[in-house]
């Protein structure tokens, strides 16, 4: 399995009050794909599944996999955590309409590279799904080297990393000039989109895509056909409205965004998340009506 283009992760719409709002999940769903997205990915750490009920996170899969499998669009879905036991027993819940399950590197508890291998190993031999690493060393505590990346993309059931390391750094570099073909690099740091695409990633799981699908989706497609020029400007246009939506912790400021728009019905956040400040939150329209204004 190949992965390629952008899959937005959805956010969990929430009501006012803090009640899950499902109607707007399946409206936020098809926009996505409606606005040119090769795919979803639900219960990202966008969507706040560690404040999710099991109910709630049964709902998400639920409305999410009817919607993909109406527009024919693969489904990604967070699984995992630091307790491999654990994190198999839910790849292992995983069923066929299922793309790929996107499994953090166990954090916290920081084990070494080589305990990082051999927990993905155990989840890749017995899940259904494929699965796609989540290398996001900020949050786990733990930086993998590109031996470790590349060891893992050899596995046959683990089909591509969500890089997000906050650079392209000698370890992007070395992975991308020596990863398998069919081992697809993600991006996921919206604001090295660009860059890591040039280097010949994939496409990306891109938070900031919520707010401007067919933009993204755009700027993917114009690197993939070798539009340089036009890809570049986008790039530079877009990393602009991602600084500023990545200004207070994700996704408060882009359910900020997505709530004055009227695409989800409140910017509600549940704790410990805080709602998006005002500043930031003002910022951030700015930064969406330039972007929009300057005709993209």
């Known amino acids: 399995m190949t992965l390629a283009g952008l899959f937005v992760p959805l ?33 990202g750490t966008t969507g706040e599944p560690a404040t999710l009920t099991s109910p709630e996170r049964a709902r998400v899969l639920e409305i999410c996999a009817r919607v993909c499998a109406e527009f024919d669009a693969p489904l990604i879905v967070g699984a995992g955590s630091n307790a ?44 259904p799904v494929p699965l796609i690493v989540y290398n996001i060393p900020y949050r786990t505590g733990r930086t993998l080297s590109a031996d470790t990346l ?16 906050g650079a392209i750094d000698d370890t992007t570099i070395e992975l991308m000039r020596r990863r398998p073909a069919d ?13 890591l695409l040039a280097l010949g990633g994939a496409g ?10 067919a933009s993204f989706a755009e700027l993917i497609r114009a690197w993939r056909e070798g539009r340089v020029d036009e890809a570049r400007a986008l790039g ?8 500023a939506l990545f200004a207070e912790p994700n996704p408060t400021v882009i359910k ?13 956040v549940r704790l410990p998340l805080l709602p998006a400040g005002k500043n930031a939150a003002e910022a951030a329209l700015i930064a969406l009506d330039e972007f929009s204004t300057a005709g993209y």
Do not use: W
């Open 84 to 127: 491999t036991a654990a994190s198999i027993e839910a790849v292992t819940a995983l069923d066929g309409r299922i793309a790929a399950a996107l499994t953090v590197v166990p954090y916290y508890t920081r084990p070494s590279e080589a305990g990082v291998i051999a927990h993905f190993h155990a989840m890749a031999d017995q899940s």
């Open 11 to 43: 956010v969990t719409p929430f009501t006012e009050d803090g009640a899950f709002a499902p109607d707007a999940l399946e409206t936020l769903a098809r926009s996505h794909l409606c606005d040119g997205a090769t795919g979803l990915v639900a219960l």
């Open 150 to 165: 590349l060891e893992l993309a050899a596995h046959p059931n683990i089909v591509g990393v969500k890089h997000a390391v």
């Open 204 to 213: 990306g799981i891109l938070a900031s895509s919520a707010v401007a699908t």
């Open 256 to 268: 900020s965004v997505l709530a004055v728009g009227g695409r989800i019905p409140a910017p509600t």
């Open 183 to 195: 081992f697809a690099v993600l991006a996921g740091d919206d604001l090295y989109l660009t860059p």
């Open 236 to 243: 530079h246009r877009l990393s602009a409205l991602s600084a």
